[in-house]
């Protein structure tokens, strides 16, 4: 299957500022999950991306899927406090209905 | 989306014991997956929970080792069995509701400590 790879690992960031998670599959993906796990929590489903180079926006995020369908990132302006978490990345393949998770990006907000 | 409730939601147990964890939707759902979560990692998926038959399992995963039960449409078990310390993880059932498109929700986990 594929595999998905997600960078950074941890992102500091001071509140106010924007920063981006970058996640790059081996293969052709079918769509893009993004979700985020708040300390001690589980997994919040975010928003999925089906189409290539689609974006789709909520709020302060911002969600891209790759033309080639293979990377996606998610960028946060304006960080918050409440930003504060793990997002993970996790993508489908072609004939495929399980998700590959990324290892997660963390996030730590300076106020 | 529906709502999802595991138990227990945290345990501690010796090793060389079982345990099941109980999985519960307030809806039926097609899809229902087990995860597990190792601390500070990401999450790794055990089987697909199928209703009516036996579960699918992930490579590095076996049914004598986490045997799952799907009965219905709204619950499913995972059990951890013969347990050791290895298996300290957070233990995660998802569900794929019907009519979405692979999108999942999560339960709330399990945090099994084995010592």
């Known amino acids: 299957g594929q595999q998905v790879m997600q960078i950074p690992q941890y992102q500091h960031v001071q509140e106010g500022e924007d920063f981006t998670t970058y996640c790059n599959s081996s293969?052709?993906?079918?769509?893009i999950q993004w979700y985020k796990q708040r300390p001690g929590g589980h997994p919040v489903f975010l928003i999925q991306?089906?189409?290539?180079?689609e974006v789709k926006k909520q709020k302060r995020l911002t969600f891209q899927f790759g033309e080639a369908k293979k990377n996606s990132s998610l960028h946060i302006t304006a960080t918050q406090t409440t930003d504060v978490g793990t997002y993970f990345c996790?993508?489908?393949?072609?004939?495929?209905?399980?998700?590959?998770f990324g290892a997660g990006t963390t996030v730590t907000v300076r106020a | 989306s529906a709502v999802i409730s595991q138990k227990p939601s945290r345990d501690i147990c010796q090793r060389g014991t079982s345990l099941t964890i109980q999985c519960q939707v307030d809806?039926?759902?097609?899809?229902m997956f087990w995860y597990r979560q190792q601390p500070g990692q990401s999450l790794t998926l055990i089987a697909t929970a199928n209703q009516g038959s036996e579960a699918t399992y992930e490579s590095g995963f076996v049914i004598d080792k986490f045997p799952i039960s799907r009965p219905n449409l709204t619950f499913s078990t995972l059990t951890v069995s013969n347990m050791s310390p290895e298996d300290s993880s957070i233990y995660l059932c998802s569900v794929e509701e019907s009519g979405s498109i692979y999108e999942q929700y999560f339960g709330p986990g399990t945090r099994l400590t084995v010592t």
């Open positions: 293969t052709t993906l079918s769509n």
């Open positions: 996790a993508g489908t393949g072609s004939n495929d209905y399980k998700l590959s």
């Open positions: 991306l089906v189409k290539s180079g």
């Open positions: 809806s039926q759902v097609t899809m």
